[in-house]
């Protein structure tokens, strides 16, 4: 740099500290000034669905893969079903659908290591190992996935890098730092929870299914387990706007229910709100009983041998990745009319919803983005207001402070996407809110 050059400098001066495991908790009291609910606050997590309004419909898997820094790859997922729903495009290759899965399972790794950093590191590193492998055998070299295109994906497997992955998984289950399920059918691994959480929700459970009701992270079903019902009830995952009314609409915490009126028929029964999530997709398929956490080694175990199959499978390697006149109706754009798409994925965290609504020249005019967060916040108000009720402010604020009311295995159970859900146990830090509207 010359000597009489100047450089422009910026300054940017910090006035507020910002505490990563912090969570923010409003309280509502009672007239008796004792707290009455305590509701978690989303208002860190705004929603995003508007960016995508007025955006052409072909544009938008390019843009959905940056929408969360801690899960990209399932919003990136969700996307692209959504629009491949949106175009009728119905079928990919087995190829293409191996790869899309081990994506998928490579992100449910490595999100959930870190639930393990605190208790067990080298469990927490193998995971982490196991799961990044998987995502750089599914091309996804760097955290923003550039994988999944409408039609497939964009490039074959490397077989240098799917043995690499074979290798990771393959110590990983032989590790025995992940446990399966007991002889009951109930996760039975290592888990601080198992003693102290009662699972009192009265709402339903949904997870993504296959058409026969069988656990799959990229099914076109959603299953939904009813309280006293032996068998969940399965549903077609285009359903979904029609299903699926938002209480509180457009709001951070939407408090979503699920209705179970006839198809094409006017709402005639009471939605009812439900939970997502590990917890939930046991329920679904009939295991009951297991608390949040060992539920979330359930899917640890589940995701690492579905892995295993996956790299196993020669078809992952084929040639075969993309059903080029798919791609072709695409750019074409040519919609009759509106049409309305949904993708659905069900990540470490849960249910993640995308649905996209296009004019006929492919310009997407609605949007609704539902997260695993936005569905689980009423499941997550009831814990911490079952946990706190009756008690003084003040009593909420010491007994947070000294780790013996629940809130954190409360806020570890619903498992937000915001930092505080990887707290170790005993930094998590509260800040309450009073306030005088109860929602």
């Known amino acids: 740099m010359a000597p009489?050059?100047?450089?422009?400098?910026?300054?940017?001066?910090?006035?507020?500290?910002?505490d990563p495991f912090e969570a923010?908790?409003?309280?509502?009291?009672?007239?008796?000034?004792?707290?009455?609910?305590?509701?978690?606050?989303?208002?860190?997590?705004?929603?995003?669905?508007?960016?995508?309004?007025?955006?052409?419909?072909?544009?938008?898997?390019?843009i959905?893969?940056?929408?969360?820094?801690?899960?990209?790859?399932?919003h990136h997922l969700a996307?692209?079903?959504?629009?491949?729903?949106?175009?009728?495009?119905?079928?990919?290759?087995?190829?293409?659908?191996?790869?899309?899965?081990?994506?998928?399972?490579?992100?449910?790794?490595?999100?959930l290591a870190t639930k393990f950093v605190a208790t067990d590191r080298d469990a927490a590193r193998a995971i982490k190992r196991a799961g990044q492998a998987c995502l750089r055998a599914a091309g996804s070299p760097t955290h923003f996935p550039d994988v999944a295109v409408p039609g497939g994906v964009r490039k074959p497997a490397d077989e240098a890098l799917v043995a690499e992955a074979r290798k990771a998984v393959a110590q990983l289950l032989a590790s025995g730092t992940i446990v399966g399920s007991g002889d009951n059918g109930v996760p039975s691994g290592k888990d601080g929870l198992d003693g102290s959480f009662a699972d009192n929700f009265p709402g339903l459970d949904i997870a993504v299914v296959d058409a026969d009701g069988g656990l799959d992270p990229l099914g076109d079903y959603l299953g939904v387990a009813v309280p006293g019902e032996s068998e969940a009830r399965v549903f077609a995952a285009a359903e979904w706007g029609n299903r699926v009314r938002e209480t509180a609409p457009g709001d951070?915490?939407?408090?979503?229910?699920?209705?179970?009126?006839?198809?094409?028929?006017?709402?005639?029964?009471?939605?009812?709100?439900y939970r997502v999530g590990?917890?939930?997709?046991?329920?679904?398929?009939?295991?009951?009983?297991?608390?949040?956490?060992?539920?979330?080694?359930?899917?640890?175990?589940?995701?690492?041998?579905?892995?295993a199959e996956l790299l196993d499978s020669s078809d992952l390697l084929g040639e075969e990745i993309l059903v080029r006149r798919a791609q072709e109706a695409v750019e074409a754009a040519g919609l009759e009319g509106s049409r309305t798409g949904v993708g659905i994925v069900d990540g470490p965290r849960g249910l993640l919803v995308h649905r996209y609504t296009a004019a006929a020249d492919g310009i997407i005019t609605d949007c609704q983005i539902m997260t695993p967060t936005a569905q689980n916040e009423l499941w997550l108000t009831e814990m911490l207001t079952e946990r706190m009720r009756g008690s003084s402010l003040e009593e909420a604020g010491s007994g947070a402070k000294r780790g013996d009311d629940g809130i954190e295995e409360s806020i570890w159970a619903a498992d937000?996407?915001?930092?505080?859900?990887?707290?170790?146990?005993?930094?998590?830090?509260?800040?309450?809110?009073?306030?005088?509207r109860t929602k």
Do not use: H, W
């Open 64 to 74: 959905t893969k940056r929408l969360c820094g801690l899960c990209p790859v399932v």
């Open 79 to 111: 996307g692209v079903r959504a629009v491949e729903a949106l175009f009728s495009i119905t079928e990919i290759s087995r190829t293409a659908s191996l790869i899309r899965q081990l994506l998928c399972a490579g992100s449910t790794l490595d999100s």
């Open 252 to 273: 951070a915490a939407p408090r979503p229910a699920f209705d179970f009126s006839p198809a094409n028929a006017p709402c005639t029964q009471q939605p009812r709100f």
């Open 278 to 307: 590990p917890i939930a997709r046991l329920a679904v398929v009939g295991r009951r009983g297991a608390s949040p956490a060992a539920a979330q080694e359930q899917l640890l175990a589940d995701t690492a041998q579905r892995a």
């Open 416 to 436: 937000p996407c915001l930092p505080c859900s990887s707290a170790p146990a005993g930094l998590m830090t509260f800040k309450f809110e009073e306030r005088s």
């Open 4 to 18: 009489s050059e100047k450089v422009s400098v910026e300054q940017i001066q910090l006035d507020e500290l910002v």
């Open 24 to 62: 923010k908790l409003g309280v509502y009291r009672a007239p008796d000034g004792t707290v009455d609910q305590v509701a978690f606050d989303l208002s860190g997590l705004p929603r995003i669905d508007g960016m995508l309004v007025g955006k052409r419909a072909v544009d938008v898997p390019d």
